[in-house]
Antibody
Framework: EVQLVQSGAEVKKPGDSLKISCMGS????????IGWVRQMPGKGLEWVAI????????RYSPSFQGRVTISADKSIRTAYLQWSSLKASDTALYYC????????????WGQGTLVIVSS | EVVLTQSPGTLSLSPGERATLSCRAS???????LAWYQQKPGQAPRLLIY???TRATGIPDRFSGSGSETDFTLTISRLEPEDFAVYFC???????????FGQGTKVDIK
């Protein structure tokens, strides 16, 4: 069974750094693109970035480029999303999600990581 | 950049009724690149339909997708209690790579 298990909720202050994680199991982790999707409170879904763990190739949404960094460690089947300086507007639920073989849609999702940024 | 507009924002229906959800693209989208997701409160989204009309694994046949170019539709033939949720359409764009979601349609109980 394919599973994506994300790290727990985080409460941070503006200006803090943060790295959240997503561990994949039940499939060949290096062979599938995996990414992050943001959902702000009561809002819709926004694609953030994707990475191919096999060679660490990355793609970013223009809306998030420069604000976050996606990475992966294929040896431990884990993808990451990190911020160097959080803002209150980063408060949201962040889902990791795997792209299927076509690369056109997200076929498996993690449970979500809630990030709260507040002074 | 393609913008996806979903309508209506909220659909109030009773169990057993038919639900018709619309997703309109600001420019033509390949059917291969159009997907639908269901999200229930407190849960992650779940892939329902891909390639505009193909049901994902384990999705009941009361869910169907159709459409092409700029107009796509998700139909739930007879609403079950577990179908009351928010539905999102999503498209893939290449050059540059982009994944765009519609704003969602909430199907709630009348």
């Amino acid at each position: 069974e394919v599973q994506l298990v994300q790290s727990g909720a985080e409460v941070k202050k503006p200006g803090d750094s943060l790295k959240i994680s997503c561990m994949g199991s039940g499939y060949i982790f290096p062979s599938y693109w995996i990414g992050w999707v943001r959902q702000m409170p009561g809002k819709g879904l926004e694609w953030v970035a994707i990475i191919y763990p096999g060679d660490s190739d990355t793609r970013y949404s223009p809306s998030f480029q420069g604000r976050v960094t996606i990475s992966a460690d294929k040896s431990i089947r884990t993808a990451y999303l990190q911020w160097s300086s959080l803002k209150a507007s980063d408060t949201a639920l962040y889902y990791c999600a795997r792209l299927d073989n076509s690369g056109y849609r997200f076929d498996q999702w993690g449970q979500g990581t809630l990030v709260i940024v507040s002074s | 950049e393609v913008v996806l507009t979903q309508s209506p924002g909220t659909l109030s229906l009773s169990p057993g009724e038919r639900a018709t959800l619309s997703c309109r693209a600001s420019q033509s989208v390949s059917s291969n690149y159009l997907a639908w997701y269901q999200q229930k409160p407190g849960q992650a989204p779940r892939l329902l339909i891909y390639g505009a009309s193909t049901r994902a694994t384990g999705i009941p046949d009361r869910f169907s997708g159709s459409g092409s170019e700029t107009d796509f539709t998700l139909t739930i033939s007879r609403l079950e209690p577990e179908d009351f949720a928010v539905y999102f359409c999503q498209q893939y764009g290449r050059s540059p790579t982009m994944y765009t979601f519609g704003q969602g349609t909430k199907v709630d109980i009348k």
